[in-house]
């Protein structure tokens, strides 16, 4: 159960709302959020939900049986829209493109990738300065130096950063650079970071863990609403499977599943997800006939020199026809429907 509360209930209100629940066995969780307060209430008891809904101080009340109950299509229906900014909205009727190298590598890098993006108008930059690596001898990154540089380039040309967080350590010093973080893969179920990314009015972008079901990348997503954060987009990457000849299985049922279930928008992550080159454009346009509010893809000015993940990394040239074939068929998709 999910009850929204009024932002002028009063403390005797709230008070007798908390005796009628516990009167029904029912333990109370509050929340708070940017938007809005909530008591999530769990318990087995049947009961009228009128009798809690008439009461003076609530808003609206909800019953939602899935364990993830803030990020549920159950109680929200309207899909959410994250403003990133300047314009800048992400979820269902706003296509979003985010594109950039895997790795943060320098100045010139930053420069070379921002003037492709704003030829073909994507305002979004992806990039890490941390970087989880297999090996502990491949480069790691440019720290929190290589994000300001980044920063002071983005900026200045109107251009949003969304970057790789690792641990709650991090979180302090570049959330004044960011306007995206992102919890990768490895890190879809680090409790602790989720939590701290909970208390930080920022978006976050949630990647599917490596051998992560949907089910439990919706609870992952609900620590972060739980603890204050609605800005939350969820990502699809793909999934480690038996089979070797591409990197992950890009799992596209996975993308109209969510849309069914949850009210955050979805994104694709084609590059990681089949991770060659030849490939990503396909499971790029495949991702937006299934659904996908947007698509997150890795390009370089020359792959063969990246520093990190070149394999799967778009060039200019590709990137730019990608860009315009998933907008070509973004508008055809909503021609369709």
Known sequence: MIIQLQAEISEQELTNLERKLSAIEYKTNYVTTQYGRYIIGVGKKEFDIRAIGCLPGIKDIHRVSDSFKLVSKKWKVK????????????????FTLMAGPCSIEGEEQ????????KANDVKIMRG????????PYSFRGMGIDGLKLW????SANGIKIISEVMMTSQIDAMKDYVDIFQVGARNSQNFNLLDALGEVDKAVLLKRGISG???ELL??????????NERIMLCERGIRSYENAYRNCFDINAIAMLKEKTHLPVIADPSHGIGLRKYVDKVALASVLAGADGVIFETHQIPEKAFSDGQQTLNFEESSRLIHNLKKTYAFKRELI
């Open 213 to 215: 079901t949907i089910d």
């Open 79 to 94: 899909d959410t829209t994250i403003d990133i900014g300047d314009g800048v909205l992400i979820g269902s009727g706003h």
């Open 219 to 228: 609870h992952a997503a609900e620590y972060i609403f739980s603890n204050g």
């Open 128 to 135: 890490g300065v941390y970087k989880p690596r297999s090996s």
């Open 110 to 117: 930053i420069i070379n990738i921002i003037a492709h993006l």
């Open 151 to 154: 920063h002071k380039h983005a």
